[in-house]
C-alpha cells in the first residue's frame, strides 16, 4: 500500500481534494490538473501575478503529501544554480591529498572527484532523484523570467525527464516529478515547450468564489466587512490599474483590516491601508485622490440595492 494519498480518481475529486486545502478550483482548473495527473503532463499555468498560480502546486503538495520542489526562474539563472554544480573545495582539497599522499593516477583521481559524493543538487536534478512512490511536485516558477537558453535546456527535462551530467552520464527519473510551471506573461514562451504541456489560464476568481476565499483564509473577518472588501477589489480591477490587486492582496487587505477590529470600509480606513492591496504609487495616489471614494459609495449603494 502506497503510504501518501493517490491521486484523485476524478474531476469532482480534484475539486474536493484542493478544497480541503482551502483552494476553491473552478471546473476547467480541476479538469486540467486532473488530467496532467493522470497523463503525467507537465501543467503550464500562465495568468496576472497573484491569482493563485503557485499556490497550485503548494497545495498539491500538501494534498498528496509530495515533497515539494521549487525553482524560482530570474535571469541570468544558469545550470549551476537550477540543475548542479561540482563541490569545487571539496574536489581540490581531494587532489592535494591525494598528490600528498603520492598518487599520480590521473584517470583514477578524476573517477574519483568526479563522483556521486562531489554532486552538488540543484532543484531540477533533486526532482529528478526521488524515491520510487515518492515523485514530488516541481515547481517551476515565474519561468518568463529567464531567457531562451535555459528554455531549451528545459525541454529535454520535460520530454525525457532526464538530465546529462558530462562527468557521470544521463541521469533520468525513476518516477517523473509532477511538474507545475507558472508565467506571469512578461514574455511569450516558446511552442516547443508549451507543446509538451497541458494549459491553462488563471484568471482572478469571480466575486462568490473570491468570498469564500475570505471565508476560509480570514475567519475572523466580519461578513460584512469581507462582502464589503470583495465588491471594492472587483470594482478595482476595471480600473485599469498599472497592477490589479490579486487574490493574496485581498487577503492581506482582509487581514489588515481584521486586526484594525474594523467592521466596515470607509474613506479613512480606505487610505490608510491601501498599501496592502496595491503595490504602486500611481495606482495608491489615483485611489487615494477621490477615485476610491466613488469606488466606496458605488459598493455600499450595490450592496444595500442587493440587500
Not at 498560480?53 to 509530495?66: M, Y
Not at 573517477?111 to 526532482?127: H, M, N
Not at 472588501?229 to 485599469?240: F, G, N, P, S
Request: net charge negative; glycine share 6%.
Amino acid at each position: 500500500m502506497p503510504d501518501h494519498p493517490l491521486p484523485p480518481a476524478s474531476i469532482d475529486e480534484t475539486i474536493a481534494m484542493l478544497a480541503r486545502e482551502d483552494y476553491l478550483a473552478g471546473r476547467s482548473l480541476a479538469t486540467v490538473l486532473f488530467l496532467a495527473l493522470k497523463m503525467k503532463r507537465p501543467l503550464f499555468l500562465e495568468g496576472e501575478a497573484g491569482v493563485g498560480k503557485t499556490e497550485i502546486a503548494k497545495v498539491l503538495s500538501k494534498a498528496l503529501d509530495r515533497p515539494l520542489i521549487r525553482l524560482q526562474c530570474y535571469e541570468g539563472l544558469d545550470i549551476a544554480s537550477a540543475v548542479y554544480e561540482w563541490n569545487y573545495p571539496a574536489q581540490m582539497l581531494e587532489i592535494r591529498l591525494a598528490e600528498a599522499s603520492g598518487l599520480t593516477d590521473r584517470n583514477r583521481i578524476e573517477s574519483d572527484i568526479f563522483s556521486e559524493r562531489y554532486l552538488i543538487r540543484r532543484p531540477v536534478l533533486q526532482a529528478l532523484s526521488s524515491a520510487e512512490g515518492r515523485a514530488p511536485v516541481f515547481l517551476i516558477d515565474e519561468l518568463d523570467r529567464t531567457d531562451e537558453a535555459f528554455e531549451a535546456f528545459l525541454l529535454e527535462v520535460l520530454s525525457d525527464f532526464q538530465v546529462t551530467i558530462p562527468e557521470l552520464g544521463t541521469i533520468k527519473a525513476g518516477e517523473p516529478p509532477i511538474v507545475i510551471i507558472t508565467t506571469n506573461r512578461t514574455r511569450e514562451v516558446h511552442d516547443a515547450l508549451k507543446r509538451r504541456c497541458l494549459y491553462h489560464w488563471v484568471d482572478y476568481p469571480e466575486a462568490a468564489q473570491e468570498l469564500e476565499i475570505i471565508r476560509r483564509k480570514v475567519p475572523g473577518c466580519n461578513e460584512a466587512l469581507s462582502q464589503q472588501i470583495i465588491a471594492y477589489v472587483q470594482k478595482l480591477r476595471t480600473l485599469d490599474l498599472f497592477k490589479n490587486p490579486g487574490v493574496a492582496e485581498t487577503i492581506d487587505w482582509a487581514t489588515a483590516l481584521t486586526e484594525l477590529d474594523r467592521l466596515a470600509l470607509d474613506p479613512e480606513t480606505i487610505s490608510d491601508t491601501i498599501g496592502t492591496l496595491l503595490k504602486y504609487q500611481d495606482d495608491i495616489a489615483r485611489i487615494q485622490g477621490g477615485e476610491g471614494a466613488r469606488v466606496l459609495t458605488e459598493v455600499k449603494d450595490e450592496l444595500r440595492a442587493a440587500g
